[in-house]
């Protein structure tokens, strides 16, 4: 399974961005699929999940009610759509495949695939 994020980029305080995450390999079958971010020097945190069959999201409180991920299984692809950018959120975008999703958590794989990430910046 091959992972591609795309739609990261520079944008102010208060905007939006919507990063696109393509899944491709040999079946789409995965379980879910995730956001994560990571800067250096700090813990790789989950942003937002999503099951593939049945919808199931998790979102990171730091991000509830403003961003929204969404998925086109026809497609296979996984979207976020993140609005009210703030300075805290800025960050390196992985996409990765499959996400432990349990309880109230989103995990990152253990093994599993992993895009080369999208640079978001938040910036006046």
């Known amino acids: 399974v091959q992972v591609v994020e795309s739609g990261g980029g520079l944008v102010q305080p208060g905007g939006s961005l919507r990063l696109s995450c393509l899944v491709s390999?040999?079946?789409?079958?995965?379980?879910?699929i995730g956001w994560f971010r990571q800067d250096p020097g700090k813990e790789r945190e989950a942003v937002s999940c999503?099951?593939?069959?049945?919808?199931?999201?998790y979102y990171a409180d730091s991000v509830k009610g403003r961003f929204v991920i969404s998925r086109d299984n026809n497609k296979n692809m996984v979207f976020l759509q993140m609005s009210s950018l703030k300075p805290e959120d800025p960050g390196v975008y992985h996409c990765?495949?499959?996400?432990?999703?349990?309880?109230?958590?989103?995990?990152?794989?253990?093994?599993?695939?992993w895009g080369q990430g999208s640079q978001v910046t938040v910036s006046s």
């Open positions: 990765a495949t499959p996400p432990l999703m349990v309880s109230d958590k989103c995990l990152p794989p253990i093994y599993g695939s």
């Open positions: 390999g040999s079946t789409w079958d995965v379980p879910a």
């Open positions: 999503i099951g593939v069959s049945d919808g199931t999201t």
